[in-house]
């Protein structure tokens, strides 16, 4: 089994250019379903929720070539309307290809994405508003069959959550329509921003209002594109909560600042000294951190439930109490457990944890339970005392490329083994 042995305690310096993100590259990916053309898409990072799109493409027929980070899809051969389980289990987000291939083929046959190890993530919202634009969706012994008879038809549709997933869902369905579609209380994450763009510069005509509406006129056709995946602010909050941990100094490259407002506040509050201009971040610790205050996950533009992990094993060094409320997941600190066996002082109660900072983390051998959570192991691993070794890694590198060698770039001694 691989894992990631970690001798920590060195501060963390350097630089280094943030990965494409990989929540904007998947949508990107099953959006490519819907054009008759070859689609260009720069900066994909390489990862293996990123390949696991892949294969979904090349298994409805779609041509797949990589080269570096460009990925060159020609959806003009799509023969097929189903994903199989396996593939489906693969990841989550493999949910956004029912959108797509629907706007495509008008069906579509796949079971519910993988249940997740950060709460139930139920797809309700999904298939209520495909229903809504005139999708049939029959549960046939967790198969879900779905097909419009008389096509994707424009309509109006308020999610009673901002769901990211749905939102995008809703845009992948109706970006090929008859009639408009106004989606009220959608998410406003910056990856739906770069899914629209990615549809408009196919032909599509979607309005990002700003208010939580988006609106989408429906286009006959789409043609092919050259698009560029916007950076992950998620990997670049990992990288800032890593620079606050050990006290280090590191300038992110290649990263969009005006995406990271809240979890930026969050470090220069506690004493970092943060310098934000143009596409790049610098983070420089000034000592031990103070308590970190005000991280309430939140929906966009709210702080981000994705980096609640890695900031809270910097959280467990800070000077003073911190506390953390996960709102959006119901089950979002299996972290903790982790961080407690470095010597971490946090108590959960419900969607509140509560953290005491300890003046230092030791090593120890843990276990990643989901892709932030092991991230923020790795942190913690980062800024401790010792050895820290972390099994299951195959959940970091879902989300984060070449996770080892960009953190040993920046001074950290890590390096992936295998029994
Ligand atoms: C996306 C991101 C994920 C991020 C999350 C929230 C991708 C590939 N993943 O996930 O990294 O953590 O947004 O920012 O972009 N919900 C329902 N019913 C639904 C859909 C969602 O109840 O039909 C609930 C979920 O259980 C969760 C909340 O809504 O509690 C947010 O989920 P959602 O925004 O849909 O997240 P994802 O799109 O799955």
């Known amino acids: 089994m691989e894992h990631f042995i970690i001798n920590g305690g060195k501060a963390l310096s350097g630089k280094i250019r943030v990965q ?45 070539k990589r080269e570096s980070s460009t990925l060159t899809i020609d959806s003009g051969t799509i023969n097929r309307y189903d994903i199989p389980e396996v593939l489906m289990r693969e990841m989550r987000s493999s949910i956004v290809f029912m959108g797509s291939v629907l706007g495509r083929t008008g069906k579509a046959r796949m079971c519910a994405p993988g249940g997740c190890e950060i709460g139930l993530r139920p797809i309700d919202l999904h298939l209520s508003s495909l229903e809504t634009l005139g999708v049939c969706i029959t549960n046939r012994m967790g198969v879900l069959e779905c097909e419009a008879p008389n096509g994707i038809i424009g309509a109006e549709i308020t999610l009673s959550f901002p769901s990211v997933g749905a939102t995008e869902n809703i845009m992948l369905a109706s970006a090929v329509s008859k009639g408009t579609t106004t989606v009220t209380n959608a998410a406003r994450e910056p990856e739906i921003d770069c899914l629209a763009d990615f549809l408009n510069s196919c032909g599509a ?57 809240t979890v930026l506040s969050v470090f220069s509050d506690a004493g970092s000294e943060i310098e934000a201009y143009g596409d790049t971040i610098r983070i420089k610790g000034r000592g031990r951190l103070r308590m970190l205050r005000g991280v309430r996950t939140m929906p966009y533009p709210g702080f981000p439930t994705d980096a609640q992990a890695p900031v809270m094993a910097a959280a467990c060094l800070a000077d003073g109490t911190s506390i953390i409320v996960e709102n959006i997941f119901e089950s979002r600190f299996k972290h903790a457990p982790g961080l407690i066996k470095m010597g971490a002082k946090i108590k959960i109660e419900d969607r509140v944890a509560v953290i ?3 003046e230092r983390l030791y090593g120890a051998r843990v276990e990643a339970t989901d892709l932030r959570g092991g991230s923020a192991l790795a942190v913690a691993g980062f800024a401790a005392q010792g050895t820290t070794r972390i099994y299951n890694i195959h959940h970091i590198d879902r989300g984060y490329e070449k996770f080892e060698n960009s953190f040993a770039s920046l001074g950290a001694d890590i390096i992936r083994k295998s029994d």
Not at 25 to 39: E, I, M, N, T
Not at 41 to 47: S, V
Not at 237 to 258: H, K
């Open 20 to 64: 494409g993100s990989k929540n904007g590259a998947l949508p990107v990916l099953a959006a490519a379903v819907l054009v008759k053309g070859q689609c260009i898409i720069h900066n994909c990072p390489y990862l293996t929720d990123v390949d696991a799109a892949v294969e979904i493409l090349k298994y409805l027929g779609c041509t797949v």
């Open 205 to 261: 005509d979607i309005h990002i209002c700003g208010d939580g509406r988006v609106v989408i006129n429906g286009v006959s056709s789409l043609h092919g594109t050259e698009h560029t995946v916007l950076p992950d602010r998620i990997a670049a909050a990992t990288f800032v909560s890593a620079a606050a941990a050990t006290n280090g100094d590191i300038l992110l490259q290649s990263v969009r600042p005006e995406h990271l407002k």
């Open 356 to 358: 005491d900072g300890v």
